[in-house]
């Protein structure tokens, strides 16, 4: 059984920096694509991240771009998410997932297991 396990969120000033992590377990990821997601009060799931863990192909959205970090220890089956520059509107719970499909996706419809979320929050 896959197992997603988000640890590294809190509370940080505007301009700070958070390290998520996600450890997996449950089988081999070599072919998977593990993503980060985000989700705000009152809105949508969004992408924020993705990595292929066998080619370390890496696709960012838009919105962090140049401030975000994906990364993964293969030794360790861990997947981070480095957040510098932090903004109040990267306020949301960060969700990690993984897509057995092993194609880099945006939508979280193609995702097939989740992690149960950790809180980040970026005060002004």
């Known amino acids: 059984q896959v197992q997603l396990v988000e640890s590294g969120g809190g509370l940080v000033p505007a301009g700070g920096s958070l390290r998520l992590s996600c450890a997996a377990s449950g089988r081999t990821f070599r072919n998977y694509v593990m993503g980060w997601f985000r989700q705000a009060p009152g809105k949508e799931r969004e992408f924020v991240a993705a990595i292929k863990w066998s080619s370390g192909s890496i696709h960012y959205a838009d919105s962090v771009r140049g401030r975000f970090t994906i990364s993964r220890d293969n030794a360790k089956s861990t997947v981070y998410l480095q957040m510098n520059s932090l903004k109040p509107e990267d306020t949301a719970a960060y969700y990690c997932?993984?897509?057995?499909?092993?194609?880099?996706?945006?939508?979280?419809?193609?995702?097939?297991?989740w992690g149960q979320g950790t809180q980040v929050t970026v005060s002004s």
């Open positions: 997932a993984a897509d057995r499909k092993g194609v880099l996706q945006v939508y979280a419809d193609s995702y097939d297991y």
